[in-house]
């Protein structure tokens, strides 16, 4: 089997061959590994969402490995070239193409296109996954922060629990706050994506929700967006000055997700924060580690990463 790497735009046919091979490739990994194929469904058509939602927001930077003589899509890496950084996410290989060095070549030209831009690469990799682990690791990528992914089921009447100090300070971000959102990503983390934020307050493709925290004064100490698509239930990317703030957003985020049953990653560090999720009934079902060909030393502040789009 012979295939070729390019950088490039996908077309409609390609979004479906897109979502069959991320469907495919994580349900083989998961259940051939870990007995745990089935939490990714027995449908493709979820999936149809991050080939949308990727190709909306960064048109052409998706790299996919074909086979050079029917065409067919064997491989799919995204890339997210922002301010600071190039985000990559997410990676995966047909299973019957696997282990021929097909994930390795796309991230590798992601990796050039991000030495030729001066700016280093993130992603977000499971712990559970020595494949992906270690393909990212080889390429020069160090492990930094670890994060535990919680899953809760949200009462159909709210959050039980009483509503955390500090959550009178929390609400909706407005349509012109993506600038002030990544200002504050950037004086706690150093990285910058005033992109995505200004794709989320758009909400044209996907389903987006951006909530914000503020002191006294006005400027900002949080922000939260999450993914209220039915595909994809996900809370993140956010990032709060500290745990108090962290849980007030997390709650508000919670609480206008009635019913729902959606995954969010905590930093393993934040110990009083996983603590307040555990009292919530919030339980853990995989491990997750930012990785960065150069990790920010002065990052501060609690994050929360996301899968979509992937960042830490
Ligand atoms: C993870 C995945 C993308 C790997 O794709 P692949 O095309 O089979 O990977 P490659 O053939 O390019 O090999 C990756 C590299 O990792 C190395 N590797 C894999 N497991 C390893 C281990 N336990 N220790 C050290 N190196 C390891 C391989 O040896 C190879 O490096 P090499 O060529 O220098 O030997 C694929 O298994 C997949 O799609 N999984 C499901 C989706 C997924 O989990 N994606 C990751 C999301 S974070």
């Not at 735009?9 to 590994?33: F, G, I, M, T």
């Not at 995966?92 to 831009?117: C, D, F, H, S, Y």
Request: contains cysteine; negative net charge.
């Amino acid at each position: 089997m012979s295939f070729s790497i390019s950088f490039g735009p996908l077309s409609a046919a390609d979004h479906e061959a897109v979502a069959k091979l991320l469907h495919r490739s994580l349900v083989q990994w998961y259940e051939s590994r870990l007995r745990q194929g089935a939490k990714f469904g027995d449908s493709h058509e979820p999936f149809l969402l991050f080939p949308e939602v990727y190709e909306a927001l960064d048109p052409g930077e998706a790299v996919t490995a074909r086979d050079t003589q029917t065409g067919e899509v064997l491989g799919v890496c995204f890339s997210h070239e922002r301010e600071t950084h190039v985000a990559i996410g997410i990676v995966a290989t047909a299973p019957e193409a696997g282990g021929r060095g097909i994930a390795k070549q796309m991230m590798a030209a992601v990796l050039e296109k991000a030495r030729n831009l001066g700016k280093p690469a993130r992603l977000v990799s499971s712990l559970l996954n020595l494949d992906s682990f270690s393909l990212y690791t080889r390429l020069g990528f160090a492990p930094g922060a670890i994060f535990q992914d919680m899953l809760i089921t949200v009462p159909e009447d709210g959050m039980t629990s009483p509503e955390p100090t500090g959550s009178t300070r929390v609400r909706e971000a407005r349509s012109d706050e993506a600038e002030s959102i990544a200002d504050f990503e950037h004086s706690q983390q150093g990285i910058r994506r005033e992109k995505d934020f200004a794709f989320f307050l758009q909400n044209k493709v996907g389903s987006w929700r951006v909530l914000v925290s503020e002191r006294e004064d006005g400027s900002l100490n949080g922000f939260l967006a999450m993914s209220t698509h039915p595909s994809f239930s996900m809370i993140g990317p956010g990032v709060a000055a500290d745990e108090e703030m962290a849980a007030a957003l997390l709650w508000r985020a919670l609480d206008g997700l009635r019913g729902k049953t959606l995954v969010f990653l905590l930093p393993c560090a934040a110990a009083n924060l996983v603590r307040t999720a555990y009292s919530w009934g919030a339980r853990n079902v995989e491990l997750h580690v930012a990785q960065s060909t150069a990790p920010v030393s002065s990052a501060q502040g609690i994050v929360f990463p996301t899968f979509m789009p992937e960042t830490a």
